[in-house]
């Protein structure tokens, strides 16, 4: 599985961004959990959110909670991750992930996961 991100970009706080990952080598027929990560510098690795796609199941770090969703495509190859109400803390280079497996929960608190993206940067001043 190979994982590629866009739609990094600059912002100024209380706007928005669209991230998008389009992932190729997967297998729709099997389940996955896709997350999104982020890395500011400096600082470690931080989950912002994930997405199990036996289900659609969701799941947020509390700091997003309210101002970010996650989404596959309707192509389910892509995910997608609609940030609102940016503050500059947001600011950080962003990776998507991806794991085979039956649910995301423990793979999304352990960062766990078998494939990750090269990263796109979001920066909000």
């Known amino acids: 599985v190979q994982l590629v991100e866009s739609g990094g970009g600059s912002v100024q706080a209380g706007g928005s961004l669209r991230l998008s990952c389009v992932a190729s080598g997967y297998h729709d027929s099997q389940n996955y959990c896709l997350g999104w990560f982020r890395e500011a510098r400096g600082g470690g690795r931080e989950r912002v959110a994930a997405i199990y796609t036996g289900d659609d199941t969701t799941e947020y770090a509390d700091s997003v909670k309210g101002r970010f969703t996650i989404s596959r495509g309707n192509a389910k190859d892509t995910l997608d991750l609609q940030m609102n109400s940016l503050k500059p803390e947001d600011t950080a280079m962003y990776y998507c992930?991806?794991?085979?497996?039956?649910?995301?929960?423990?793979?999304?608190?352990?960062?766990?996961?078998?494939?990750w993206g090269q990263g796109t940067q979001v920066t909000v001043s």
């Open positions: 992930a991806a794991v085979r497996t039956n649910h995301c929960g423990w793979h999304f608190q352990s960062g766990v996961f078998d494939y």
